[in-house]
């Protein structure tokens, strides 16, 4: 388990994290959510002893990082998949990391070939795709076999293929009792992986919830019908105080109203349905409402922006 309590970090008038409080379980894959520059990468590496918190306190299993005798046996991380010597080979990378933390060498070839990088293992880093360069990084944080895995954007640079491929090795690992910890700007992704939601915004903490709840609690949700008797519907459902919205695709929907209440009153008046459905937002969606505030770098839209290009030139 990762506990992190009161955890802050300033940079001069800058407070990058500010009094985080959240515990990461085992048993669960959890996301790690929030906009640019929201303090996630910092607090990655004060978890990990790379940055001292200004205060607070993170603790790994009850002990902070330098406490831990073999620390690649307690926590795997992978926080910048180019941190490796290009001219050495991905077996000799991971050999040198399993020496120097007393794993046994054999390891080397178990997590070689976990991440499907058997077939290039005596290659040099340096001629790695990203998407090589992260599988040798997942690797290295699988090599001490590990209670807790913390991941940073792990999927950048994979294929369809190696996305779902770490995605079903988190929830495997989740599924061991681990503890698993993971940062991704993919929401689309997360949504499949991720069973409980950390989110800060400005180095605060926003949410830390369930998927489920998470998106319950931030998004709109409603019920969507279709019918060939849109008139009638309407009538009944507006003499049932329920409030309608058209879409504008042939298909209205419900606020506040649940389909089995309306499924009841269409069958009470002999309406025929063809749809019927709960909608509900994504987690992008939910993400976006609840982080409006706290996103430190907004874009301009490509119109406006052409504008001021446009200007500019002009008063060249």
């Known amino acids: 388990m990762i506990e992190l309590t009161g955890l802050t970090k300033r940079y001069g008038e800058k407070v990058a994290v500010n009094q985080l409080t959240f515990a990461v379980r085992p048993g669960i894959v959890t996301g790690f959510l929030g906009p640019n520059g929201a303090g996630k990468s910092t607090t990655m590496r004060m978890i990990l002893g790379l940055d001292h918190p200004t205060a607070g306190d993170v603790r790994i299993d009850g002990k902070h990082y330098d406490q831990l005798k073999d620390p690649m046996r307690y926590i795997g991380a992978l926080l910048d998949a180019k941190a490796v010597h290009g001219g050495r080979s991905a077996y000799h990378h991971l050999l040198c990391l399993a020496q120097a ?26 001629g790695f795709s990203l998407g090589m360069g992260q599988r040798l ?30 995605r079903t090795l988190m929830k495997t690992l989740a599924a061991q009792g681990r503890t698993v910890f993971v940062s991704s700007h993919l929401m689309s992704e997360m949504a499949l992986t991720a069973d409980h939601l950390v989110v800060i915004g400005q180095g605060r903490l926003l949410a830390d919830l369930s998927m489920a709840d998470f998106i319950a609690r931030n998004s709109r949700s409603c019920v969507r019908i279709r019918t060939p008797q849109r008139e009638r519907l309407l009538d009944v459902l507006h003499g049932a105080g329920l409030t309608v919205v058209e879409t504008g695709s042939g298909a209205f929907e419900v606020d506040a109203a649940k389909p089995e209440r309306i499924g009841e009153l269409a069958a009470q008046h002999q309406i025929v349905l063809h749809e019927l459905s709960t909608q509900q937002a994504s987690l992008e969606e939910a993400f976006m409402r609840l982080t409006a505030e706290s996103v430190e770098y907004h874009a301009h839209s490509d119109s406006a922006a052409g504008q001021q290009w446009g200007d500019g030139w002009r008063k060249d």
């Open 101 to 126: 933390n007393g794993i046994p060498s054999r390891r080397v070839h178990e997590v070689l070939d976990t991440v499907g990088l058997t077939a290039v293992a005596r290659k040099k880093a340096k």
């Open 137 to 166: 990084g997942i690797a290295g944080a699988l090599l001490g076999d590990p209670r807790i895995l913390m991941f940073d954007e792990p999927v950048n640079g994979l294929d369809p293929e190696g996305i779902h491929w770490i």
